[in-house]
């Protein structure tokens, strides 16, 4: 593969995504629910792989998903997404959630994982290379 063009499509991938976390999104304790914030980064992550593919691409598998601090009703989040591996039909997205206080410029890392794409044929949706042989040569 080509690796400037890799690497200039891992640039232009990247997404953030910045949400509020409300009352309707927090459990019993009154932090966002995990289910959510995996929801959110399964979709920012979509976003990056789409970008960066622009093919269609379905989430074929998560690895660890590190959840570091609790996120709180009433904080801003922002999901960072990030192409780090790309192979023949397949690409990972690294995904971390930041925490941000609307009322300082501290932020903190409360959440990281991956999540696996691989890119489908829209007609027999099997899996497809990312790349035209002609761009990988």
Request: hydrophobic share 45%.
């Amino acid at each position: 593969m080509n690796k400037l063009l890799i690497q200039k499509r891992e640039e232009l991938s990247e997404t953030r995504v910045a949400k509020m976390v409300f009352p309707a999104t927090t459990n019993h304790y009154d932090t966002l629910f995990g289910g959510i914030a995996l929801k959110w980064m399964d979709e920012v992550a979509y976003i990056a792989a789409m970008r960066f593919s622009r093919k269609t691409m379905v989430t074929i598998s998560t690895e660890q998903i590190d959840f570091k601090h609790p996120i709180p009703s009433g904080i801003l989040v922002e999901l960072i997404a990030r192409v780090v591996h790309v192979g023949r039909t397949s690409l990972k997205v690294e995904v971390s959630i930041f925490l941000e206080q609307l009322d300082s410029d501290d932020r903190t890392k409360a959440v990281t994982g991956h999540f696996n794409f691989v890119a489908v044929d829209d007609v027999t949706r099997k899996p497809t290379p990312i790349f035209n042989e002609e761009v990988t040569a």
